[in-house]
């Protein structure tokens, strides 16, 4: 059984928009010890991305030739890094979501065994990311007045996108419900820690639930693949 | 006995050695350097041979850090995955670099906030190459290929440098540098292949950025005020027009496999001389861009800048964490 | 130390099972923790490496190069520790 179409491209998006969005970062890092961390994030990502795409079809034609509402990744990766503490938080919801949903996949929650095998790689990858996230949240939490309150201010901001990612992906038999009780049980422990508290507010907006899965973005996801693709996509056919 | 701390917080530092007979001391030194032996961190060396230890080291350091800055303006636009991953990796390396060269840096006891400082200041300086702008894909090829090429010819040679950390952070960069070259030219060699707007992309960046890779070597040899010591103290082991030369001499037949043509119509083999003789080079213009007027040099260093500031709240939270948790948080495992 | 300097730390990575731990380099962090997870991106990203040692750079206590005749010279003269300095009768094996 080959993996199913629509698993592998929303995974594979999830990893390719995320890598681009670090990327980003190369040169800007607050620190050179952070560039060569956020670097290997970036490339662990990007290589799960192209194993992901490459299973649905051609990597660079799935990555540069689709428009805007074929992306099924969800909208929290695509969501622009703002300061150190909005790629921290950003990092820290997406890598334990990851990690836990690639655990259950290496399990055999797919019936694939591309799939299977990918996850099991992976799964190493993100448990190294959850821990980075983790350990920068208890330093911005934990550390000053002005970390802490920015760290607050980028949890609070992003909170809105975590429901999305226990929407159901078509071809991943996974227990969401589950996955979403034990991501929230990890993100209280980590954020208690951290002297920080749970976000409250609501974690999606009625009209954008699970959006991202459906090919609905944000807007600076526009500007983004504009960037991504221009290149690519003036000169057609070229191979590079 | 003393602990590892930078000679600054040390309480024997050289001054300590200075009723005890300097002379034995530089003889100690210039016979380690005659020997061809390493000096180490902690040996006696004179103040000027640490004091140029020090400027050309941290130069080598800025401009790794610096250097990220005009391929890092394509990651975002790089036409595939597969070189978007290698341009990923190739920028995080010069980080890496950076970060090796700074360390071999403090082992003469100048501190990484210090070294970094004085470049945001402008009081130290890094290779020009970079003020120069990427404009266009094949930029990144060509940085590859020429730039990395120069900066491979500079180095190889401070493997063998009489400073043990520098000699051996070289040894780490040349090894993780080999695969940057290579992506360079092959990138260079897909687009001259490719179309014909791809062709002459890469035609077009050669074009700008070879005069420029002639200039890394540094001035002729009769102008470079400091070659001659270096030289003597054995960090420097070839001189600037050596090294130029011997960069020509490799490049004209690699732009001959690539199909793309060296701007330079004096470029012709010297049969006599063994090598290839080329045009001269416009000094003015490596001047001028080295006094702060090349295209990209405030752009540089205050993207540099902007950097530093904007993460400062974060080493700071970081720092008060540390002393807040002390070593209590520590993992605990102990070395086995 | 300033409020952001974050200190030195020297570090030993074992490149394989079965040979010691070899000095790197240096990196800065802010504490021990992060220092190993910052050594482990710059000194492994290339697989060299299956166990990685961080230490502080102000712990390390070193022999001075001024110390280094009384240190090391009176270990030159006892050529008995070696097993060279012995007469073996040829066609004796395994010795």
């Known amino acids: 059984m080959s993996a199913p179409r629509t698993a592998v491209l929303a995974l594979g998006d999830d990893a390719l928009v995320l890598s681009h969005r670090l990327g980003e970062w190369a040169g800007n890092a607050p620190v050179l010890e952070e560039e060569v961390a956020l670097a290997n994030i970036a490339l662990d990502l990007l290589g799960q991305a192209r194993t992901l795409l490459s299973m649905a079809g051609d990597e660079d034609e799935l990555a540069y030739l689709r428009e805007e509402r074929a992306f099924t990744n969800v909208q929290l990766v695509e969501q622009p890094n703002g300061d150190f503490a909005h790629t921290i938080a950003r990092q820290l919801y997406f890598s334990t979501y990851q990690e836990l949903l690639y655990e259950r996949l290496a399990d055999g929650g797919t019936g694939d065994t591309e799939l299977t095998a990918l996850a099991a790689k992976a799964v190493k990858e993100v448990a190294y990311h959850r821990d980075h996230a983790e350990h920068w949240t208890l330093r911005l939490g934990d550390g000053t007045e002005v970390s802490h309150s920015r760290m607050r201010d980028a949890l609070d901001g992003l909170w809105r996108y975590t429901g999305e990612l226990f929407r159901p992906v078509e071809g991943l038999d996974v227990d969401w419900a589950g996955l979403d009780e034990e991501w929230a049980r990890r993100i209280t422990t980590v954020l208690e820690r951290a002297t920080l508290t749970v976000p409250g507010g609501p974690r999606s907006s009625p009209w954008a639930a699970g959006a991202g899965r459906q090919g609905v973005h944000t807007e600076p996801f526009g500007r983004m693949l504009a960037e991504m693709q221009h290149l690519h996509r003036s000169h057609p056919g070229a191979s590079w | 006995m003393t602990t590892l701390l930078p000679e600054k917080d040390r309480g024997g530092g050289p001054g300590a050695h200075e009723e005890a007979g300097q002379e034995a001391y530089q003889e100690a030194f210039d016979a380690a350097i005659a020997a061809d032996e390493r000096i180490e961190p902690r040996d006696w060396m004179p103040d000027?041979?640490?004091?140029?230890?020090?400027?050309?080291?941290?130069?080598?350091?800025?401009?790794?850090?610096?250097?990220?800055?005009?391929?890092?303006?394509?990651?975002?636009?790089?036409?595939?995955?597969?070189?978007?991953?290698?341009?990923?990796?190739?920028?995080?390396?010069?980080?890496?670099?950076?970060?090796?060269?700074?360390?071999?840096?403090?082992?003469?006891?100048?501190?990484?906030?210090?070294?970094?400082?004085?470049?945001?200041?402008?009081?130290?300086?890094?290779?020009?190459?970079?003020?120069?702008?990427?404009?266009?894909?094949?930029?990144?090829?060509?940085?590859?290929?020429?730039?990395?090429?120069?900066?491979?010819?500079?180095?190889?040679?401070?493997?063998?440098?009489?400073?043990?950390?520098?000699?051996?952070?070289?040894?780490?960069?040349?090894?993780?540098?080999?695969?940057?070259?290579?992506?360079?030219?092959?990138?260079?060699?897909?687009?001259?292949?490719?179309?014909?707007?791809?062709?002459?992309?890469?035609?077009?960046?050669?074009?700008?950025?070879?005069?420029?890779?002639?200039?890394?070597?540094?001035?002729?040899?009769?102008?470079?005020?400091?070659?001659?010591?270096?030289?003597?103290?054995?960090?420097?082991?070839?001189?600037?027009?050596?090294?130029?030369?011997?960069?020509?001499?490799?490049?004209?037949?690699?732009?001959?496999?690539?199909?793309?043509?060296?701007?330079?119509?004096?470029?012709?083999?010297?049969?006599?001389?063994?090598?290839?003789?080329?045009?001269?080079?416009?000094?003015?213009?490596?001047?001028?861009?080295?006094?702060?007027?090349?295209?990209?040099?405030?752009?540089?260093?205050?993207?540099?800048?902007?950097?530093?500031?904007?993460?400062?709240?974060?080493?700071?939270?970081?720092?008060?964490?540390?002393?807040?948790?002390?070593?209590?948080?520590?993992?605990?495992?102990?070395?086995? | 130390m300033t409020t952001s300097e974050w200190p030195l730390w020297e570090v030993f990575v074992r490149s394989r099972r079965g040979l010691s731990h070899t000095h790197a380099g240096s990196l800065h962090a802010p504490d021990a923790e992060m220092a190993l997870r910052n050594a482990r991106d710059l000194y492994t990203r290339r697989s060299e490496g299956v166990s990685i040692w961080v230490v502080p750079s102000s712990a390390i206590t070193a022999s001075s190069p001024d110390e280094r005749d009384p240190f090391f010279e009176p270990a030159a003269d006892k050529p008995y520790r070696h097993p060279t300095f012995y007469e073996v009768p040829e066609g004796v094996q395994h010795l």
């Open chain 2, 48 to 336: 000027a041979y640490r004091a140029t230890l020090v400027r050309q080291i941290a130069q080598h350091a800025h401009s790794e850090i610096i250097g990220m800055q005009p391929e890092a303006n394509w990651i975002t636009r790089a036409p595939s995955l597969r070189r978007k991953a290698i341009l990923m990796a190739k920028v995080q390396d010069e980080a890496g670099h950076g970060l090796y060269l700074y360390s071999a840096a403090e082992t003469l006891g100048v501190g990484r906030d210090e070294l970094l400082d004085k470049l945001h200041s402008g009081r130290q300086k890094y290779s020009s190459i970079f003020n120069y702008p990427t404009l266009t894909w094949a930029d990144v090829g060509a940085i590859g290929w020429l730039v990395d090429g120069a900066a491979i010819t500079n180095q190889v040679p401070l493997c063998r440098c009489s400073y043990g950390p520098y000699a051996r952070a070289m040894v780490r960069v040349c090894k993780e540098e080999s695969f940057h070259q290579r992506q360079g030219y092959e990138l260079l060699l897909a687009l001259s292949r490719g179309t014909e707007a791809q062709h002459a992309m890469a035609q077009d960046a050669v074009d700008r950025w070879w005069w420029p890779s002639l200039m890394m070597f540094g001035p002729p040899d009769d102008a470079s005020k400091h070659s001659a010591q270096s030289m003597a103290w054995k960090i420097k082991r070839h001189s600037n027009d050596e090294l130029r030369q011997r960069f020509v001499d490799i490049c004209v037949p690699q732009a001959e496999s690539l199909g793309l043509t060296l701007p330079d119509p004096l470029l012709r083999w010297n049969e006599e001389r063994g090598h290839y003789d080329f045009g001269p080079i416009d000094w003015s213009e490596f001047h001028e861009v080295l006094r702060g007027n090349g295209p990209c040099n405030e752009q540089r260093l205050d993207r540099r800048r902007r950097a530093h500031e904007q993460g400062a709240w974060v080493r700071e939270a970081a720092a008060a964490y540390a002393r807040k948790h002390g070593e209590q948080d520590g993992d605990g495992r102990t070395a086995a």
